[in-house]
Structure formats: C-alpha cells, structure tokens
C-alpha cells in the first residue's frame, strides 16, 4: 500500500508467465489456485501422486497489493509462526540458506537472518517459501497469474487467466484463502494509500509511522499481533476495540497488556480517519460504543491499521460454487473437500470460517489432494 517496504519492493520483481502454449488444450489432471499453505500442500501431495499439478500462485499487481491478496497468502502478513508445528526456537539461517533457491530469497525478509529474531521460531515469508520450494522440488509447475473467470458447468473446466489464457483442467481444487476485511468509511478508502494499511508487516516500517502514534482497529489475534509488530517502529500503539474484551489468544493478549507500549480504547470504534492530502493520516475520530453519548473524540495518529478479520476470496468464482451465509465455498459432505460441483474441491481458509489457521489450511490442502486423486481413480475405473 505504501511505496516503501517489503511488499511494494516485491511488485518490482520481474514476474514469473510459466506456459506452454502446446499443452494450454490439454487438461491438466489438477489445477491449484492459490498459493497459502492450502494451495502449496495440495501441489506437494498431488505432484507426488504423479498427477503434475499446475498451481496458478496470483499476480503480483498493485490491485491484489490494494485488495489484500497478494500471492502466497495471508502468512506472509505475519512476522512469526510460533504454532505451526515443526518450528521451535532456533537459528534458522543455514537451513533457510540452503532450502530456498536464491532467486526467491528476495521474498524472506532480512530479519529472519537476524539470530536473535530467529530464536522464536520461522518468519511467515520464510515459511511459505519453504513450501513453495518443496511443492516445485516435486515437479508443480507454478503460474504467476490470477485466475479470474471459471466454466465449472462441464470437465473439462475452464480456467481464464489474468493473461487471458485459458486452461482446462480435470479437477480444480480451490485454495484462495482470504483478505483483509475494511471499515467501509469514506475516509479509510481516501487514506488508503497514505496512512490507512490492511497489512502492518508489510507497511509498518514505513518513515510515517518511526516514532509517532498509531492506531490498530480490531481485537483479535491479528490486531493484538499486528499492535506488538508496530511497537518496534510507533511511539505509542493504541488498540480501537469495540468491546470491552479481547477476542485474542490469551497469550498474545497478555504480552499486549503487558507492553507498556501499547494502550486498550475499549468500547471503542472509528468513526473518521482524520488528515489531509500533504500529510495523509493525522488521527481518528472514535466514538463509544457502549454508551448512547452520541459525543466523539480525537486521537492524534500517523497511521490506522485495520485488522478487524477476513472475507473469503471468491469473486473470481462468479457463483459458480455454492457458497454459505457468510460467503465462504460449501462443502456439502461433512470432513471431505468435495464442493457443489463435483470434480472441484476446496482447501484453506476460502471453505474455513472456523479454524482459520495456517496448519488447518496445509491439512486441508492434503485432503484437497487426496480426494482428487480418489476423484480421477474412480473417473478412470468409470471410463474402462
Ligand atoms: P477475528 O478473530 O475474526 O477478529 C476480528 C476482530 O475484529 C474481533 O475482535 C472483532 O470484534 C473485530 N471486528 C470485526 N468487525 C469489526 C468492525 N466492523 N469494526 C470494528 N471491529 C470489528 O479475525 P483475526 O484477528 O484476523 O483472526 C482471524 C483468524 O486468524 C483467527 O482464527 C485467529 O486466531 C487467526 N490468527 C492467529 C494468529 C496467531 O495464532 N498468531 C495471528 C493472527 C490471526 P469482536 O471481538 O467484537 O467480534
């Protein structure tokens, strides 16, 4: 969102246009979209059951930089995963070094060099290139484009590309995660590019915000984790939370209370992110929640980090799989991946709005993928 930091230094990168035009006809057995530890742990399964997965990972465009979706999902946002399991404490840098091929090293942030920071286990970039690596050491041939219209109506499906290419595939497994969901005020949209950010690791080392006060807006694990990040670069973090209780993990929320950094508004919520065009944010208008006072307040702010919880990515689907009340894909047959349309599966935190953690959204992958290779059998024994 910001013209400085990590992940708008990435939008610089040349892109990847996998494609052989000679095979763009030919089915592919699977086809993975999306590239979080759904996605990438469905292509390792899949790849190894020979079904050579073509995995489309997302573009990297400044409107999926906007949206929220930038490719290899939403872990990337996250500075360290203490809880996906196989990461103790530790000194990652050799691994990681040898691991990861150079040319990609480009997406793990420099911290994770850093011994002391390796010390509470793997950074999320660092994480998510693991797997991207290992799911290519198989043989998944990776497409740097979104996929932004589906024919699910007969298999093959089709695919169309944001390079206009079209690509049929036997079965789909749809793993496209989820964005940051918004306020929804006129003034957060104005900011958006000056001061108001969905993602306080890739924007919260930006100059703005070094030494001045912050706000986050939420009050679950990702605002209370987004909080403790920005204590590193903001003079103060204030938590808006619109009730009187954190939704958090109890042990993030204790090293929040615990940070003489950061201070709770409770009973809070913005009303109006406050600036002007030369300096984008100033502050934020707040009102209280758990009164009739319909008076308001000013807080003084360099920056608004909205961490307020997810939406679904599913509009490149166009209905054509059913979704529930809430959004996220159906899944019609309880503890399988199988979605409306047979043939099309689901894995990660697009079908998941309970869970919703990264080692969920790998399990679920490997499910996606076992229950395609089931789905082919069974087509196969059908057509012999
Ligand atoms: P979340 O758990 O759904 O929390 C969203 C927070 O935003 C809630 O506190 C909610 O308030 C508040 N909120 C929602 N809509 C709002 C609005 N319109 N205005 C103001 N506040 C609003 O979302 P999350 O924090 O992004 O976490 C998503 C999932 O990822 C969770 O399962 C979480 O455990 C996981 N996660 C885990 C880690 C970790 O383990 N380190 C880190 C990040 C995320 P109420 O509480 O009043 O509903």
């Given at each position: 969102m910001f013209v400085e930091g990590t992940t708008s230094e990435v939008l610089r990168l040349p892109q990847l246009h996998w494609r052989n035009p000679m095979e763009t006809k030919v089915p592919e057995k699977v086809v993975v979209i999306g590239s979080g530890p759904a996605g990438w742990s469905a292509a390792i399964y899949a790849a190894r059951a020979a079904l050579r997965p073509l995995l489309f990972e997302g573009a990297l465009s400044a409107e999926n930089q906007e949206a929220g979706r930038l490719p290899m999902g939403q872990l990337t946002t996250t500075g360290y995963v203490e809880n996906y399991p196989g990461f103790p404490p530790g000194d990652m840098r050799n691994y990681l070094n040898t691991a990861i091929s150079e040319d990609r090293l480009y997406a793990v942030p420099e911290e994770v060099f850093d011994d002391s920071a390796t010390q509470r286990g793997i950074s999320g970039p660092a994480l998510m290139e693991l797997m991207r690596r290992q799911a290519e050491y198989f043989g998944t041939r990776v497409v740097s484009e979104d996929v932004v219209d589906v024919d699910f109506s007969k298999r093959p499906f089709r695919l169309i590309d944001s390079n206009d290419d079209v690509t049929l595939a036997e079965t789909v497994v749809v793993a496209t995660g989820a964005s940051a969901r918004w306020l929804g005020l006129p003034s957060e949209e104005r900011f958006k590019t000056n001061g108001v950010s969905g993602c306080a690791v890739c924007d919260g080392a930006a100059p703005r915000f070094r030494n001045r006060p912050i706000v986050v807006v939420g009050g679950g694990d990702?605002?209370?984790?987004?909080?403790?990040?920005?204590?590193?670069?903001?003079?103060?973090?204030?938590?808006?939370?619109?009730?009187?209780?954190?939704?958090?993990?109890?042990?993030?929320?204790?090293?929040?209370?615990?940070?003489?950094?950061?201070?709770?508004?409770?009973?809070?919520?913005?009303?109006?992110?406050?600036?002007?065009?030369?300096?984008?944010?100033?502050?934020?208008?707040?009102?209280?929640?758990?009164?009739?006072?319909?008076?308001?307040?000013?807080?003084?702010?360099?920056?608004?980090?909205?961490?307020?919880?997810?939406?679904?990515?599913?509009?490149?689907?166009?209905?054509?799989?059913?979704?529930?009340?809430?959004?996220?894909?159906?899944?019609?047959?309880?503890?399988?991946?199988?979605?409306?349309?047979?043939?099309?599966?689901?894995?990660?935190?697009?079908?998941?709005?309970?869970?919703?953690?990264?080692?969920?959204?790998?399990?679920?992958?490997?499910?996606?993928?076992?229950?395609?290779?089931?789905?082919?059998?069974?087509?196969?024994?059908?057509?012999?």
């Open positions: 990702s605002a209370v984790e987004d909080a403790l990040f920005l204590t590193k670069f903001a003079s103060q973090v204030m938590i808006v939370h619109r009730r009187d209780e954190l939704r958090a993990s109890k042990i993030l929320a204790k090293r929040a209370t615990d940070n003489p950094k950061i201070e709770f508004l409770w009973n809070s919520k913005v009303v109006e992110i406050l600036g002007d065009d030369a300096n984008g944010v100033t502050g934020v208008r707040i009102a209280n929640t758990a009164s009739s006072d319909a008076a308001t307040k000013e807080i003084e702010a360099s920056g608004v980090f909205v961490a307020i919880g997810r939406r679904p990515n599913v509009e490149f689907l166009h209905n054509a799989l059913e979704l529930d009340e809430e959004g996220y894909i159906k899944r019609p047959i309880p503890f399988r991946t199988n979605t409306s349309v047979p043939g099309v599966f689901v894995a990660g935190d697009v079908g998941d709005s309970r869970y919703r953690q990264g080692i969920v959204a790998a399990g679920s992958g490997a499910c996606a993928a076992l229950d395609v290779e089931k789905f082919l059998l069974e087509k196969s024994a059908d057509n012999s």
